[in-house]
């Protein structure tokens, strides 16, 4: 059971971290976007 929960956990944080990852990488783009062709 304690590996299945840290499975779930490593999944969870790794998840998240990709979904703000990508988050960020947007945020940038946009600025970097408009900054340029705006």
Do not use: C, I, Q, R
Not at 17 to 22: G, L, Q, S, W
């Amino acid at each position: 059971m304690d590996d299945l929960k840290d499975n779930v956990f490593v999944t969870l944080y790794l998840s998240l971290t990709a979904v703000v990852t990508v988050g960020w990488l947007g945020v940038v783009g946009y600025g970097v976007w408009h900054f340029l062709f705006g």
